[in-house]
């Protein structure tokens, strides 16, 4: 039998699936074209579980919702992950953001972003930041597109042990898209943001290819390193392989 909260994500993916969707970046996304619908979304899931002498369960659910406005592109991104090996924990990370874009004349914009994460086995309780900058559209398709974006920002540090840090951050980002078929294409995305304790780093590929006109098959690798950890963190790198099914609207 499912678990409740497997059942939930699924019944709640299943009913929003009805129409197409804009592109799925969140750091230095592209412009939505001239005829984009004025709303869309994606629900993507990937789910995994083997029993016998190993039991292991992984879960991976991600949804995003958008819509514009004259020239501002509204975002909301959420996202959780969860891995449970005979019954334990070994990785469990929740993420919630919103981003604002403004189209200027050309192939410039403006942007700003607030994303809040927690990672349960990163040493930290949780690290919310915020980040405003400039963005160049560099190719705009139809078979490769690129875009770039900076800015300063500020995040919050929460860790286990109770300590709270205020940094000041400075963050870079990029976009690719490679439209190499009409059903098919490979996405890169990677961003920094480096503060004067760490630098995170974050870089997602993934290569989709449509099965109709709502619902394709995504395999994709994330990877994210903090090069300096808290000491109650485990590890400096998190990876993640996954094929997962996403349904757009």
Known sequence: MPRPWLAAIIATSS?????????AAFYAPPAPSE?????????????????????NETLIAKGRFTWLK????????GETRKVEENDDTSAEQYLVA???RYQLDGPHYLFGFA???????SGYDYQFTTIAGYGRQVFDGPIHTL????????????????ENKDLAVGYGALDYLWAFSDSSDFQQEFSVEGTHENVTTRAFSALTTQLNASLALRISYELKNNSDPPEAGDEHTDRTTAASLLYSW
């Open 35 to 55: 005829d984009s619908p004025e709303f869309t979304g994606q629900a993507e899931l990937g789910y995994t579980h083997l029993s016998g002498n190993t039991n």
């Open 98 to 100: 919103g981003r604002e």
């Open 147 to 162: 875009s770039i974006e900076a800015g300063p920002g500020y995040r919050r540090d929460a860790l286990e042990a109770g």
């Open 70 to 77: 004259d020239r501002w592109t509204h975002s909301l991104r």
């Open 15 to 23: 009913a929003a699936c009805l129409v197409p969707s804009l592109a």
């Open 115 to 121: 994303r809040w994460e927690k990672d349960r086995f």
